[in-house]
T-cell receptor, first 120, second 114 residues
Framework: DADVTQTPRNRITKTGKRIMLECSQT?????MYWYRQDPGLGLRLIYY???????NKGEISDGYSVSRQAQAKFSLSLESAIPNQTALYFC???????????????????FGPGTRLTVL | QKEVEQNSGPLSVPEGAIASLNCTYS??????FFWYRQYSGKSPELIMS????GDKEDGRFTAQLNKASQYVSLLIRDSQPSDSATYLC??????????????FGQGTTLQVKP
């Protein structure tokens, strides 16, 4: 079974619709991240969460919101989708304690399979 | 200046050759460096991490880090067509404390020709 799963894998929607992308993980990691990937722009961080009570904006959070329902679940919502939100969305997890035991920025991140979102 | 820079390529090498992928970063105090491989339409897969100056080898892969020059590279020996992918360099975000935030380069596309 995959350690990090994302649903749906593909979604086509219309402008103005509310969309939720879900991420679940069985790795037991505390930290979870949402990224979007666009051709030529690389991976950009939307939101990240240290634990259920700690959610932080990334570099491109406008137009998005998130919910950390449990340690294992982190959802990304587009309140009113627009065409320039068409992209590949990835969830990732990390746990500093799994990277050599150092509480530092030695955080390897592990990615889910991605959701391809198209907004018409 | 971009925080993490990579040549987008494509870098084309013949099968069996050594592929050399390069990455530079702007902030001198970065601590953690990662190489991810991404096949078209798939998610990034972590293949190497390096934290100290010098070389780190894992199978056909060698990561090289030079903090003084703010440079990290990935060497792939005996390149195979299955190595054809985009390789992403990632660096721990500066001032992030222990957030684990990474900054990614745009990736270098590698093509290994049979």
């Amino acid at each position: 079974d995959a350690d990090v799963t994302q649903t749906p894998r593909n979604r086509i929607t219309k402008t103005g619709k509310r969309i939720m992308l879900e991420c679940s993980q069985t790795k037991g990691h505390d930290r979870m991240y949402w990224y979007r990937q666009d051709p030529g722009l690389g991976l950009r961080l939307i939101y990240y969460s240290f634990d259920v009570k700690d959610i932080n904006k990334g570099e491109i959070s406008d137009g998005y919101s998130v919910s950390r329902q449990a340690q294992a679940k982190f959802s990304l919502s587009l309140e009113s989708a627009i065409p320039n939100q068409t992209a590949l969305y990835f969830c990732a997890t990390s746990d500093p304690s799994s990277s050599g035991g150092f509480l530092s920025s030695y955080n390897e991140q592990f990615f889910g399979p991605g959701t391809r979102l198209t907004v018409l | 200046q971009k925080e993490v820079e990579q040549n987008s390529g494509p870098l084309s090498v013949p099968e069996g050759a050594i592929a050399s992928l390069n990455c530079t970063y702007s902030d001198r105090v970065s601590q953690s460096f990662f190489w991810y491989r991404q096949y078209s339409g798939k998610s990034p897969e972590l293949i190497m991490s390096i934290y100290s100056n010098g070389d780190k080898e894992d199978g056909r892969f060698t990561a090289q880090l030079n903090k003084a020059s703010q440079y990290v590279s990935l060497l792939i020996r005996d390149s195979q067509p299955s190595d054809s992918a985009t390789y992403l360099c990632a660096v721990s975000a500066i001032g992030s404390g222990n957030t684990g935030k990474l900054i990614f380069g745009q990736g270098t596309t590698l093509q290994v020709k049979p």
